[in-house]
């Protein structure tokens, strides 16, 4: 059974540092594609991060650009998330979700971790 | 960046009703587009990927139609447990954004 776990959720303040983690576990972690996708309070979904399975690939949403960083370490089986300066605006579930690729299209979110919460605050 | 528009941004429906969400993106996406539903507390789960392909284990009252720009979701006969927040994503390039969702309620 797939099974991704989120963790390193908290309160920060604003302008602060925080790292998440991603557990993964009853697949071959290397061989995909993972994802951060981020829900604030009451609001609806954002993609904010994609790292391919060498990590040789990587892409991140405007509103986080420069501030967060994606990394995997695929001999642990799991997927991080470096957040830096961080904002009010940041305050969400982190999910991390693994990407699934069935034919020339068909390419989705097809795992989801539960979701950690992070609150900027002062 | 691509922009997805849902419409509407919710509805009241009854059990048994056909209900139909739109998608609409702001350049041509071919067929690369998912819907996702997603229920309070829980994470999203997918529906529908490449516009119209059903995903394992989601019962035939689900559809998705489209291509290019505009997209739909229909449920045929809505169910209880189908009162949720749906959806949808482009996976055409980066970043992937998803609409604003729409929340289906009882009426």
């Known amino acids: 059974e797939v099974q991704l776990v989120e963790s390193g959720g908290g309160l920060v303040q604003p302008g602060g540092s925080l790292r998440l983690s991603c557990a993964a576990s009853?697949?071959?972690?290397?061989?995909?594609?993972m994802n951060w996708v981020r829900q604030a309070p009451g609001k609806g979904l954002e993609w904010i991060s994609y790292v391919n399975g060498d990590s040789s690939s990587i892409n991140y949403a405007g509103s986080v650009w420069g501030r967060f960083t994606i990394s995997r370490d695929n001999a642990k089986n799991s997927l991080y998330l470096q957040m830096n300066s961080l904002r009010a605006e940041d305050t969400a579930v982190y999910y991390c979700?693994?990407?699934?690729?069935?034919?020339?299209?068909?390419?989705?979110?097809?795992?989801w971790g539960q979701g950690t919460l992070v609150t900027v605050s002062s | 960046d691509i922009h997805m528009t849902q419409s509407p941004s919710s509805l009241s429906a009854s059990v048994g009703d056909r209900v139909t969400i739109t998608c609409r993106a702001s350049q041509s996406i071919s067929n690369f587009l998912v819907w996702y539903q997603q229920k309070p507390g829980k994470a999203p789960r997918v529906l529908i990927y490449?516009?119209?392909t059903l995903h394992s284990g989601v019962p035939s009252r689900f559809s998705g139609g489209g291509s290019g720009t505009d997209f739909t979701l229909t449920i045929t006969s809505l169910q209880p447990e189908d009162f949720a927040t749906y959806y949808c994503?482009?996976?055409?390039?980066?970043?992937?954004?998803f609409g604003q969702g729409t929340m289906v309620e009882i009426k």
């Open positions: 009853g697949f071959t972690f290397s061989r995909y594609s």
């Open positions: 490449g516009a119209s």
């Open positions: 979700a693994r990407d699934l690729l069935l034919g020339s299209s068909g390419l989705f979110l097809d795992s």
């Open positions: 994503q482009h996976n055409y390039n980066t970043p992937r954004t």
